[in-house]
């Protein structure tokens, strides 16, 4: 019966980011997080959402709703925190919100409180705007993709860090794709409380079926990494693939490069290939990266604990 409800908890939702009035989608959402799926009753998922102002590659002011999808260990706190930064697919509609319910699990299992924004632009509260367009091919404005998306990360830090059971010294950054080009972003402007921070596969302006591996404008994409080192503290786990269709392993190393040489911390790893396109390997290939991710937790801070 749960499941059934969640079903058209989300059928609501997708209807609602097809349809004018914000309402609907929030009504949807509501009933979503009154109605959360059995297989997260353990880790207590909830949803939220919160108004947050950004500009658009033209300059211009927006103000759209993200929204935040909640999990978190039994018991009261204070718990480390960490956001996971979804990436960019062609059809931003979908999913209605971001849940990455395995990866989710595995943070929660290691003690932390969970928060997985969907970003303005994507999900239930429409596409449009659409301030991570960073314009044609041959005239790319990656500068503005990640002003609008730290600033939004840096809002659900904000909400994030007032909550009780939240302890807000202890907080750990991860993102994909063009997430993890913003959770790079993100670690440039030092955040309170950032210990750490996890980035798979970072980066913008790749398309796998028109150019495999070869992002639009590479070198604008140096100048943003070398900009980031300058000014970031914390320290970074940076995991590419050989066989990443987005961005082919020489971009990976050549960021990090330029990241590392303007003052950043960060450890690479180039992966071997994982499946058709290493640039799933977040989604798709968990044993692959978790005994990475958890040897570089320990390293830093966040120790597994006993659940």
């Known amino acids: 019966m749960m499941r059934s409800v969640l079903r058209l908890a989300l059928l609501l939702l997708t209807t609602a980011a097809m349809t004018t009035p914000s309402y609907a989608a929030k009504k949807a959402l509501s009933a979503a997080a009154a109605t959360a799926d059995a297989d997260t009753a353990d880790i207590h998922e909830s949803v939220t959402d919160i108004a947050v102002s950004v500009n658009e590659r033209s300059g211009q002011s927006v103000t759209g709703k993200v929204v935040i999808t909640q999990f978190k260990p039994d018991g009261d706190g204070p718990f ?3 956001l996971l930064n979804h990436g960019r697919a062609p ?4 999913p209605p919100r971001f849940q990455l319910t395995q990866q989710a699990r595995y943070f929660v299992q290691r003690g932390f409180a969970v928060f997985v924004p969907t970003r303005i632009g994507y999900g239930a509260f429409g596409t449009e705007p ?3 367009n960073a314009g044609p091919c041959k005239a790319k404005n990656y500068a ?8 939004e990360i840096l809002a659900v830090i904000a909400y994030a860090a007032r909550l009780p059971y939240v302890d807000a010294q202890r907080l ?4 994909q794709s063009v997430g993890g080009y913003s959770t790079v972003a993100t670690v440039s402007r030092n955040p309170p409380g950032l210990i750490a921070a996890i980035n798979f596969a ?3 302006g790749g ?4 150019r495999p591996g070869e992002p639009c404008e590479a070198d604008k ?3 943003m990494f070398a900009a980031f080192g300058r000014t970031s503290k914390a320290p970074m786990l940076w995991l590419y693939t050989e066989n990443d269709q987005h961005f082919s392993p020489k971009y990976g190393r050549a960021w990090h490069a330029a990241f590392i040489n303007a003052g950043g911390q960060a450890e690479l790893n180039v992966l071997p290939p994982f499946g058709r396109d290493g640039h799933s390997l977040f989604s798709a290939g968990f044993d692959i990266w978790q005994p990475l991710v958890s040897q570089f937790l320990d390293e830093h801070g966040f120790p597994a604990q006993k659940m």
């Open 80 to 82: 480390p925190f960490v």
């Open 91 to 94: 059809n931003r509609a979908q």
């Open 130 to 132: 659409d301030p991570e």
């Open 144 to 151: 503005s993709i990640a002003q609008a998306a730290s600033d």
């Open 172 to 175: 750990l950054l991860v993102g």
């Open 202 to 204: 970072g980066g913008s």
């Open 207 to 210: 398309d796998p079926k028109t």
């Open 221 to 223: 994409l140096d100048q």
